[in-house]
């Protein structure tokens, strides 16, 4: 429990999220693009965090199907910038699975037509760290 504690304090670090901040009024899930293929809506992982609930978000399809697009940051009245929450669970995941991410030439093999632009644009500018 209190590793769980350490890595939110990160993950809001290296965020820039205060949950404390949220006013709860929905409007960067409104505004959210992916919404329908989230299980855990934008306003809910700030709400998930506030709370300590980690595990939840850590196995949540939200982490990739979320576009990156942050107009859930551009729509937030209060700066709680839930989209870059997201993004500091996600690079999470990613670092404690280690060696059994992806390698380049199974991404490529995944690339078809019908992958957004958008997609790639994002994932190409998360992934370049
Ligand atoms: S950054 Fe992600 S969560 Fe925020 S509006 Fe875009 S798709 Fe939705
Ligand atoms: S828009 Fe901002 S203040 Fe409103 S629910 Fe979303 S994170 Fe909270």
Same mark, same amino acid.
């Not at 949540?60 to 209060?78: H, I, M, N, Q």
């Not at 380049?104 to 037509?113: C, P, V």
């Given at each position: ?30 505004? =959210?693009? *992916?919404?329908? @293929? ?5 306003? !809910?992982?700030?709400?998930? /965090? ?18 990156? =697009?942050? *107009?859930?940051? @551009? ?5 709680? !910038?839930?989209?870059?929450? /997201? ?30 632009? !958008? ?11």
């Amino acid at each position: 429990m209190s590793s769980n504690i350490e890595t939110i304090n990160i993950i809001k670090e290296i965020s820039g999220v205060n949950p404390l901040r949220c006013m709860k009024c929905g409007k960067c899930t409104a505004s =959210c693009m *992916a919404y329908d @293929e989230m299980d855990i809506k934008p306003h !809910q992982f700030v709400s998930y /965090i506030e709370r300590g609930d980690l595990e939840s978000l850590m196995l949540s399809e939200s982490l990739y199907k979320c576009l990156g =697009c942050f *107009a859930c940051v @551009e729509r937030c009245p209060r700066n709680v !910038q839930p989209g870059k929450l /997201i993004d500091a669970v996600r690079q999470t995941v990613i670092r404690q699975r280690g060696a059994e991410g992806m390698t380049t030439e199974e991404i490529r093999q995944l690339i078809t037509q019908e992958v957004p632009q !958008q997609l790639l644009v994002s994932a190409f500018r998360r992934n370049r760290r």
